[in-house]
């Protein structure tokens, strides 16, 4: 199904269209990851972030394609090679970015040891907590399921954004734990639209963090146009896309 939406909006457009085109040289990073995946944004914003070369390689994670199979033996994108090693889960990827580009700043993850050490309990929590509620709420189909999800993510932000040292959540600089969330805030407005979903309702300060991740040039130029993400959402909505995540919620595994 998702494939199906995949051949008529096939590649990135917009200002993710001219990123893709400017990333076609051959380089010792390649990430294949899809212009619509949240995951994949993730590593796409780092490596602009911090001005690393990088080629850019669409691809379909939905064909589980052998080439694709042999970057990630669970068939699921991002994927980035490395002097033609492979590396996968875009949480990994952030981390290897850090250790491998040192000299690529600004670096993503605090250097102080404590803030470091914050910055993973925040990635977890994001990872593990945030994201899923955020396809757990897609997911449930009844006004009352839905309200349900809807009020245990709201929890999980207010958490998250009582920690928010203002403007960044560590304060001035944008880092390992903005970036982790970005790409669920930057396409939030489907919950808003369909959900019911304000960030006010978080909190105000919320919002106005939200609003300044959601306008860094980097975002933007790896976010392709509104309504190609709509075909895909709506697969979501109606409770008809496929994908690994959405088998681990079910059944309650956790996140591949
Ligand atoms: N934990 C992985 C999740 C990656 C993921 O689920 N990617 C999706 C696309 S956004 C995918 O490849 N889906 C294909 C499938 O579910 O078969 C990561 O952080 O990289």
Known sequence: MASHVLQSHPRATGLAEETVKSHQADCEIVLHGGWFCPFTQKCWVALEERGIPYKYVETNPFNKDPALLALNPKGLIPALTYQGKPLHDSHV?????????????????????????????????????????????????????????????LK??????????????????????????TPWIIRDWILVENRGFNRENVSPKFAAYCQLIVNRPNVLKTFSNKECYEAIYALHLSGQMKSSILEAIKSGRPLP
């Not at 981390?95 to 050490?117: G, I, S, V």
């Not at 509620?133 to 897609?138: A, E, H, L, P």
Request: hydrophobic residues 45%; proline residues 8%.
């Open 93 to 153: 990827i952030l981390e290897f970015l850090e250790d491998a580009y040192p000299q690529h700043k600004p670096q993503l993850r605090p250097t102080d040891p404590y803030n470091a050490a914050q910055a993973r309990i925040w990635v977890d929590v994001i990872n593990k907590y945030i994201v899923p509620g955020y396809f757990r709420i897609f997911h449930a189909q009844t006004p009352e399921l839905q309200a349900a999800a809807m009020s245990e993510w």
């Open 156 to 181: 999980y932000l207010q958490c998250f954004a009582d920690k928010i040292r203002g403007p960044y959540f560590f304060g001035e600089e944008f880092s390992i734990v903005d970036l982790s969330l």
